[in-house]
Nanobody, 118 residues
Framework: QVQLVESGGGVVQAGGSLRLSCKAS???????????WGWYRQAPGMQRELVAS???????DYADSVKGRFTISRDNARYTVYLQMNSLKPDDTAVYYC?????????WGQGTQVTVSS
């Protein structure tokens, strides 16, 4: 199987930055079957939403609310996906989840809390 572990969350003041990391481990050929990596977030009382995604072809997509502030990237050699978050706002407060998607399966991490104070 595949395990995803997020790190890098924390408390930051508005305008600050954080970098989230998602490290994949497990069966290598299963990790290599992942064709899209994504970062999602879920605020209290809200549905989980897609924040950013990156494909194996390095195509990226972002939610309108984070465009120009967040950047998703991958380090294939380290099986790690990053989310650089700049100019953070209180509305960015949520639990952030890493997702790896194959043609048939979704893998999820346990989430990391990001809190932005005003």
């Amino acid at each position: 199987q595949v395990q995803l572990v997020e790190s890098g969350g924390g408390v930051v003041q508005a305008g600050g930055s954080l970098r989230l990391s998602c490290k994949a481990s497990g069966v290598i050929f299963r990790i290599n079957n992942i064709n899209t990596w994504g970062w999602y977030r879920q605020a209290p009382g809200m549905q989980r939403e897609l924040v950013a995604s990156i494909t194996v072809g390095e195509g990226t997509d972002y939610a309108d609310s984070v465009k120009g502030r967040f950047t998703i990237s991958r380090d294939n050699a380290r099986y790690t996906v990053y989310l650089q978050m700049n100019s953070l706002k209180p509305d960015d407060t949520a639990v952030y989840y890493c997702n790896g998607r194959t043609n048939f399966l979704d893998y999820w991490g346990q989430g990391t809390q990001v809190t932005v104070s005003s």
